[in-house]
């Protein structure tokens, strides 16, 4: 996966090979980063202009790097690894500056709320309202995992869990909305 910014080109990559504290790797990184005690599940490395900055890992479920893997907002690069959101700054490139625990299980994809300026989760369990100073804003379930679509709308998300059971929560608060 790869974002155009201001800071030059940012690559995000699944690692799933890749061993901390080794010299074995086939790419090394400028800093490693454990986001929880949780086994790993999930590993992502991160470069700038093709030179490696760090590699993030994470426990919950596995995941992969696909379009909502990662996103640049102002200054930040937000990540999803496993069940988390990791938070580095791109001004002092490999300084992490929060994480937060998403999901029970897993975080599937990020999506950025401009006019609200708020960072929604796409988890398998949970779909969370996040600020940017990575405060949790709201957290919403549904009567299943949320494996089916996934649609962020200029109000509110829709999303559908595992029995087609389609959910609207506002952006702001996270309520639920009656679904037309």
């Known amino acids: 996966m790869n974002i ?26 400028a800093r490693e980063i454990t986001l929880d005690d949780d086994d790993p599940s999930s590993v992502h490395g991160v470069m700038l202009d093709e030179a490696s900055m760090l590699v993030v890992r994470a426990g919950g479920g596995g995941t992969g790097v696909h379009a909502h893997s990662a996103l640049v907002i102002d200054d930040k ?13 791109l001004i002092v490139p490999n300084d992490l500056l929060w994480s937060r ?23 398998e369990l949970e779909i969370t309202g996040v600020s940017l100073e990575g405060d949790i804003i709201w957290k919403a379930m549904g009567a299943d995992i949320f494996t089916g679509r996934f649609q962020l709308a ?27």
Do not use: M
């Open 4 to 29: 155009d910014s201001r800071y030059g080109v940012i690559t995000v990559v699944d690692e799933p090979t890749y061993t901390f504290d080794s010299i074995d790797n086939t790419r090394r990184y």
């Open 77 to 89: 690069l937000l990540l999803a690894v496993g069940n988390q959101i990791a938070c580095v700054s």
């Open 101 to 123: 625990k998403v999901d029970l299980a897993t975080c599937f994809g990020l999506y950025w709320a401009a006019q609200q300026r708020v960072l929604i989760s796409h988890g």
């Open 154 to 180: 200029p109000d509110y998300v829709e999303v559908v869990d595992f029995y087609d059971t389609v959910y609207r929560f506002d952006v702001v608060s996270g309520e639920a909305l009656k679904c037309s």
